[in-house]
């Protein structure tokens, strides 16, 4: 299925054009649906605090890692026992598929990214920025 | 088969800071809060599945 890229505001009257798409997550009885940048340098997925709390999870008591980034390092907290799902508009139906996430605090911007870990091993993904588009086709299992 | 665009500059006119709760066809806010936990009250009772989004004047300069 194809999800054009969606136009952000920004300061200058420039247009943002980014790959968002939209996801819901499911934690136990809680859900949450939101628009997650899908991010090929994106090692795995990352959520906000506020996102995993409106998820009810307990992010505080979950040990600290650090990681690292392009802007330096960052703590965050490993959840493992998440589901994420995304409508295939083409074949009207759902992709559900279990992940692990990295809670961040303070994350700016983008509060939930789709990566390497996860989004990438479902589904062939093909950026087409001349066409400002992306191209997501799960794998089919048996 | 394509995906309708989601335009986030129509969405978020008006909104510079906080959360946005959007409508299931992506085309129009439905509440929005000063934070997450504001907006996913003030759309508690709604029956439609609602999408949230941080509401921000710009979103460039991002390098992930």
Same mark, same amino acid.
């Given at each position: 299925m194809i999800f054009?890229? =969606?136009?952000?505001?920004?300061?200058?009257?420039?247009?943002? %054009?980014?790959?968002?798409?939209?996801?819901?997550?499911?934690?136990?009885?809680f859900e949450f649906s939101t628009f997650a940048l899908v991010d090929s340098g994106a090692s795995g997925a990352v959520i906000s605090t506020v996102i995993a709390e409106a998820l009810n999870i307990k992010w505080?008591?979950?040990?600290?890692?650090?990681?690292? =980034?392009?802007?330096?390092?960052?703590?965050?907290?490993?959840?493992?026992?998440?589901?994420?799902?995304?409508?295939?508009?083409k074949l009207m139906a759902d992709h559900e598929f279990a992940l692990s996430v990295s809670?961040?605090?303070?994350?700016? %911007?983008?509060?939930?990214?789709?990566?390497?870990?996860d989004l990438f091993q479902r589904a062939k993904i093909t950026f087409e920025g001349y066409k400002s588009q992306l191209e997501v086709n799960f794998r089919e299992y048996n | 088969?394509?995906?309708?665009?989601?335009?986030?500059?129509?969405?978020?006119?008006?909104?510079? =800071?906080?959360?946005?709760?959007? =409508?299931?066809?992506?085309?129009?806010?439905?509440?929005?809060?000063?934070?997450?936990?504001?907006?996913?009250?003030k759309a508690k009772n709604t029956k439609e599945k609602v999408y949230y989004f941080p509401a921000g004047e710009s979103y460039s300069n991002f390098v992930g």
């Open positions: 054009p890229c =969606s136009p952000l505001p920004d300061f200058k009257d420039k247009i943002i %054009l980014a790959p968002l798409i939209p996801v819901t997550f499911r934690n136990k009885n505080e008591k979950i040990p600290v890692t650090q990681g690292f =980034s392009v802007g330096g390092s960052f703590r965050f907290y490993r959840f493992t026992d998440l589901k994420a799902i995304i409508y295939d508009t809670i961040i605090e303070a994350i700016s %911007l983008y509060k939930c990214i789709l990566g390497q870990k | 088969m394509k995906q309708n665009k989601i335009d986030f500059i129509k969405l978020l006119k008006g909104y510079k =800071s906080g959360w946005i709760a959007i =409508s299931h066809d992506f085309n129009h806010v439905l509440f929005h809060g000063k934070n997450l936990k504001e907006a996913m009250k």
